[in-house]
């Protein structure tokens, strides 16, 4: 069965780093997202990617957020300068014809 | 904005049964229902979309009233394989927002 994958799966920062978060989604999926979820909190949306744009985004998603297919097929989540509130897991998501379908996530800690 | 659900927290013997309700405030054009292990990743369980339509899996089954913006989960006979923490989630846009969750644990 497809699945998305996820690299890292995990990754300690300093503050102030930049870090590139990567994702390989399921080959005929056109519709993407970034999801982050704080320890014991609900998973929130970040953006939703469509057609090599950004289709839509959320409050949390400020300048400090892109995203990129950089060749096609690997879709990737950059935080320009990293902060401790940061510190969360981040799921990439593709979806099919209805559901989505959730990598398995990269932990990101912000020291 | 995002959907509301209930209860926050539900414990089980296995074999029992639970609902987990979820609301909103704005119209739904469809539900979303995930599960998601402590650790892992939230999994697909089934999607309602207006007009009734149902996709999902065969042993788990959900409500959608359009008119009153909420729908349910029903699981059945619950499994120790059930416990983990229920989200339903509906597209504001291509925005995705999930609700707070409900944390179910079944009990041998």
């Known amino acids: 069965e497809p699945e998305v994958t996820q690299t890292p799966s995990h990754q300690v920062t300093q503050m102030g780093q930049e870090v590139i978060l990567r994702c390989v989604p399921i080959s005929n999926h056109l519709y993407f997202y970034w999801y982050r979820q704080i320890l014991g909190q609900k998973v929130e949306f970040l953006v939703s990617?469509?057609?090599?744009?950004?289709?839509?985004k959320s409050e949390i998603f400020d300048d400090q957020f892109s995203v990129e297919r950089p060749d096609g097929s690997n879709f990737t989540l950059k935080i320009r300068s990293t902060k401790l509130e940061d510190s969360a897991m981040y799921f990439c998501?593709?979806?099919?014809?209805?559901?989505?379908?959730f990598g398995p996530g990269t932990r990101l800690t912000v020291t | 904005q995002q959907p509301v659900q209930s209860p926050q927290a539900v414990i089980l013997r296995e074999g029992e049964d639970a609902v987990i309700n979820c609301s909103s405030s704005k119209a739904l054009y469809s539900v979303h229902w995930y599960r998601q292990k402590h650790g892992e990743a939230p999994v697909f369980l089934m999607i309602l979309l207006k007009g009734g339509e149902q996709k999902g899996h065969e042993k788990i089954s959900a409500s959608f009233n359009e008119k009153k913006q909420q729908s349910s989960l029903y699981l059945t006979a619950s499994q120790l394989s059930y416990s983990g923490t229920y989200f339903c989630g509906t597209y504001y846009g291509q925005n995705f927002v999930f609700g707070p969750g409900t944390r179910l644990s079944v009990l041998p």
């Open positions: 998501a593709t979806r099919g014809a209805y559901e989505q379908y």
């Open positions: 990617f469509y057609n090599n744009e950004i289709s839509e």
